[in-house]
């Protein structure tokens, strides 16, 4: 079964310093992707950042970049030069075919 | 422009009523998702849809029902039998399959908070 664990129910940050996001997954499926999302106060679901399993470099995306380590099923979200604007829900995701399960996600806070 | 609307964006109901959230896509996308979303937690998935005429249960389909008549569309019924529908409702589509090169992220639409009194 898929499964999809996020253990940092809250993280701060200091402004202009880079945080890392923690996600750790499962699966049996050799074939997946993984996604990270952000979730502001409004709701919306904002794609960040994709890696593919077959994928052989770490995906970045400007100041986003996803630390991919196969062998130990992570896919931790590495955000730098964090700005007030951050602040948010964010949530792994991972994909098994067309089904798409998420983590119970990170609520960071940016401090100035 | 393209993109996914969920509507009504709030809805009250009493217990005991059905009701039935909207959620039209212009993407051209194949797959259509519904997520619930409870307060300070993840989305977990209700249904979701492949291709027209087609859909499968997600982890927590009991008490909602889906149909997919149109490509565009994915309504979800919140059936009376939901024992907690006070949630907020997510619906995406993807485009997962239409080729090996596109990353299949999920768009999302702006979402529906449903209160039941």
């Known amino acids: 079964a898929q499964k999809i664990t996020q253990t940092q129910p809250g993280m701060f940050v200091q402004e202009k310093e880079a945080v890392t996001l923690d996600c750790t997954y499962d699966t049996s499926d050799p074939s997946y992707g993984l996604f990270w999302y952000k979730q502001p106060s409004s709701g919306e679901m904002i794609f960040l950042i994709y890696?593919?399993?077959?994928?052989?470099q770490n995906a970045t995306e400007g100041r986003y970049s996803l630390n991919f380590q196969k062998a130990r099923k992570s896919a931790n979200l590495v955000i730098s030069a964090s700005q007030l604007g951050d602040s948010a829900m964010y949530f792994c995701?991972?994909?098994?075919?067309?089904?798409?399960?998420f983590g119970t996600g990170t609520r960071l806070k940016v401090l100035a | 422009d393209g993109g996914i609307t969920q509507s009504p964006k709030y809805l009250f109901r009493k217990e005991g009523q059905n009701v039935t959230l909207s959620c039209e896509q212009n993407l051209n996308h194949d797959a259509m998702y519904w997520y619930r979303q409870d307060p300070g937690q993840g989305l977990r998935l209700i249904y979701y849809s492949q291709i027209v005429n087609d859909f499968q249960k997600g982890d927590i389909a009991e008490g909602y029902s889906v149909s997919r008549e149109k490509k565009e569309s994915f309504p979800l019924t919140v059936t009376s039998a939901q024992k907690n529908p006070t949630a907020f409702y997510l619906c995406a589509s993807s485009s997962r399959g239409l080729a090996e090169t596109n990353t299949g992220e999920l768009f999302f639409g702006e979402g529906s908070r449903l209160t039941v009194l």
């Open positions: 890696q593919g399993s077959y994928d052989q």
């Open positions: 995701a991972m994909r098994e075919s067309y089904k798409y399960i």
